[in-house]
């Protein structure tokens, strides 16, 4: 199992992101899959998670309304389109899966496989 993450950079208050994750080992459509971010200092939270083929969603309070994920499954790329970014959004971002039906590791923030982070940096 593999997730690469890719996307991040410098982008000013306001502006737009697009985060990739082209993941290897497993069928991106068959299982649950998400993000996380950790900024310095703080703890890592989920941001966005997305269920398997029914598409069921969870976006933290933070970023609802102004981040959306969805995937490609013909790629096999999970993406985070991410709208409006505010400096409070500068993190780390990472995708994850725990191979697993349900968004139980998006709440728990505890899946067993990660991708590496990569950073984004919401800055004027």
């Known amino acids: 199992v593999q997730l690469q993450a890719s996307g991040g950079g410098l982008v000013q208050p306001g502006g737009s992101l697009r985060l990739s994750c082209a993941v290897s080992?497993?069928?991106?459509?068959?299982?649950?899959v998400g993000w996380f971010r950790q900024a310095s200092g703080k703890e890592r939270e989920a941001v966005s998670c997305v269920g398997r083929r029914d598409g069921t969603t969870y976006y933290s309070d933070s970023v609802k309304g102004r981040f959306t994920i969805f995937r490609d499954t013909a790629k096999n790329t999970l993406y985070l389109q991410m709208n409006s970014l505010k400096p409070e959004d500068t993190a780390v971002y990472y995708c994850a899966t725990d191979l697993s039906l349900s968004l139980i590791f998006c709440y728990d923030g505890n899946p067993r496989h990660w991708g590496q982070g990569t950073l984004v940096t919401v800055s004027s």
């Open positions: 080992g497993f069928t991106l459509a068959d299982y649950a």
